[in-house]
């Protein structure tokens, strides 16, 4: 797992930890000035004020830009934040990202009534997790959309989502959906690969603020995951 400072520091009632070279981006409009600040961290990093900066900025401009939309398609979908490999490590980019949103459930039925009500749907890949003693779905689907243009193969998207019940917070639920890109049969395996992290990052998913539970310092709580 990553080390703690890897980690990412709470801004809805959760931390988790991420894989390295991966960030996360706030996209509410009232955290607008950390994203622009995060952006220019994630720009600086990549493209360091040493470059030439006639050769460097039009890359620079380019990624600010990149990045920016991303969070802000990531926004209108109604997320709270995208999260994206931004850094190569070991000179691979992976072909995927997660994006974090809280929902609102304003039904009568119970979470477990809702959770029942999926996993009866044969439509539906699901399966019943927990999620730090919280009930939650997963659920697994994947996509296939053929190129058009030139001699670019089939593409899929496999696509991870856990919808986990927030249980100090009735009707509310988090949602972290993990999409990953495929093409050929090694880019399939590698997507399965990808996954299996997901999968694995998401058993570090711990909630922050839990009524009657007396809240540990951040760096406990980071130390602790990051041992697990």
């Known amino acids: 797992m990553s080390e703690p400072d890897a980690l990412v520091a709470p801004q809805a009632s959760f931390v988790m930890a991420l894989p390295p070279g991966w960030s996360r981006l706030p996209v509410r409009e009232r955290e607008r000035p950390l994203l622009l600040a995060l952006i220019e961290e994630i720009v600086a990093d ?16 380019e990624l600010r830009k990149r990045l920016t939309g991303a969070a802000l398609e990531a926004r209108d979908a109604g997320a709270t934040a995208v999260y994206l490999p931004t850094r190569p490590v070991d000179g691979f980019t992976a072909p995927a990202s997660l994006i974090e949103t809280e929902v609102e459930d304003d039904g009568l039925a119970s979470p477990a009534e809702v959770i029942a009500a999926v996993l009866s749907d044969p439509h539906i890949d699901a399966t019943e997790a927990t999620v730090d003693g919280a009930s939650a779905l997963r659920t697994d689907t994947t996509t296939t959309r053929v190129q058009q243009s030139g001699d ?6 496999r696509q991870v989502v856990y919808t986990i019940e927030v249980p100090h917070r009735e009707g509310r639920w988090v ?7 495929s093409g050929d049969n090694p880019s399939q395996d590698l997507s399965d690969a990808l996954v299996l992290l997901f999968d694995a990052l998401m058993t570090t998913f711990r909630w922050t603020d839990v ?14 995951i990051a041992s697990r």
């Open 211 to 224: 009524p009657g539970v007396d809240p540990s310092d951040l760096e406990s709580r980071l130390a602790e």
């Open 46 to 61: 990549a493209l360091p004020a040493s470059l030439p900066r006639d050769s460097a900025e039009p890359w620079r401009g």
């Open 152 to 157: 670019w193969p089939e593409v899929a998207t």
């Open 175 to 181: 949602v972290m959906s993990f999409s990953a890109v």
